[in-house]
T-cell receptor
Framework: EAQVTQNPRYLITVTGKKLTVTCSQN?????MSWYRQDPGLGLRQIYY???????DKGDVPEGYKVSRKEKRNFPLILESPSPNQTSLYFC??????????????FGQGTRLTVV | KQEVTQIPAALSVPEGENLVLNCSFT??????LQWFRQDPGKGLTSLLL?????REQTSGRLNASLDKSSGRSTLYIAASQPGDSATYLC?????????????FGTGTRLQVFP
C-alpha cells in the first residue's frame, strides 16, 4: 500500500528539549515536504526536498532543520522547541514534476505540544 | 503571488443532497490541482488530482472540474452521506520545476446530517 508514515503521532515535550519527527514514504517519490497546520493560518510549508541531499526552505523554516540522506526518509528536527511550535505537522511526498502522476500523499500527522 | 480561496467556508446539508464546493485561484498558470479531505485532527486524504491539461476527474460520487482560464475548480459530491462530513481542501501546484510546494485553500467544512 502506498503510504507516508510519520512518527510519533502525538508528542508532548518541554521547551528546549531536542526532538525528531520521522517521515518515510514507500513510493520512490523524489519530492518530500513538511507542513504545519494552525487554526486560521491553514497549511504552511516548512521545508522541502527535491532529491537526496537537496533541501530548501519553505515559508516558515525558522526553528526547524531537515535532512535527506535517503530517498525514502525526511526527518524534521526541532533543535530547541518553543511553545510557538505547538502545531499539527504533516509530511508529504510526490513524484517529481514532469512525471505522469504527481499526486501528493500526506502522512497522518504529528500533533506536537511544547510546554 | 498565487492565492487560493474556497467558498463557502462551512456548509451544513441534509443527507442525500448534491453539493458543489468551490475553489478559486488568482494565477491561471498551474501545473495541476488536487482535492483533499481532512477529518478533524487527522491527515489529508487525496480525493482527486486534475492535471492542467484536463477538464475534469471522477471518482465514485465525486467529480472535480477545472477551468484554468477563469481560475476555478469545483468539487461535486453526489447524494451526500453523513460519512462525507469533513473539511475539504483544494491545493494548487505551481508549474515551477525549481520548487515543491502545494498552495492550499482555506477549506470548506462540510457537515451532512441524517
Amino acid at each position: 500500500e502506498a503510504q507516508v508514515t510519520q512518527n510519533p503521532r502525538y508528542l508532548i515535550t518541554v521547551t528546549g528539549k531536542k526532538l525528531t519527527v520521522t517521515c518515510s514514504q514507500n513510493m520512490n517519490h523524489e519530492y518530500m515536504s513538511w507542513y504545519r497546520q494552525d487554526p486560521g493560518l491553514g497549511l504552511r510549508q516548512i521545508y522541502y526536498s527535491m532529491n537526496v541531499e537537496v533541501t530548501d526552505k519553505g515559508d516558515v523554516p525558522e526553528g526547524y532543520k531537515v535532512s535527506r540522506k535517503e530517498k525514502r526518509n525526511f526527518p524534521l528536527i526541532l533543535e530547541s522547541p518553543s511553545p510557538n511550535q505547538t502545531s499539527l505537522y504533516f509530511c508529504a511526498s510526490r513524484a517529481r514534476q514532469g512525471r505522469s502522476n504527481t499526486e501528493a500523499f500526506f502522512g497522518q500527522g504529528t500533533r506536537l505540544t511544547v510546554v | 503571488k498565487q492565492e487560493v480561496t474556497q467558498i463557502p467556508a462551512a456548509l451544513s446539508v441534509p443527507e442525500g443532497e448534491n453539493l458543489v464546493l468551490n475553489c478559486s485561484f488568482t494565477d491561471s498558470a498551474i501545473y495541476n490541482l488536487q482535492w483533499f479531505r481532512q477529518d478533524p485532527g487527522k491527515g489529508l486524504t487525496s480525493l482527486l488530482l486534475i492535471q492542467s491539461s484536463q477538464r475534469e476527474q471522477t471518482s465514485g460520487r465525486l467529480n472535480a472540474s477545472l477551468d484554468k482560464s477563469s481560475g476555478r475548480s469545483t468539487l461535486y459530491i453526489a447524494a451526500s452521506q453523513p460519512g462525507d462530513s469533513a473539511t475539504y481542501l483544494c491545493a494548487v501546484i505551481p508549474p515551477s520545476y525549481n520548487t515543491d510546494k502545494l498552495i492550499f485553500g482555506t477549506g470548506t467544512r462540510l457537515q451532512v446530517f441524517p
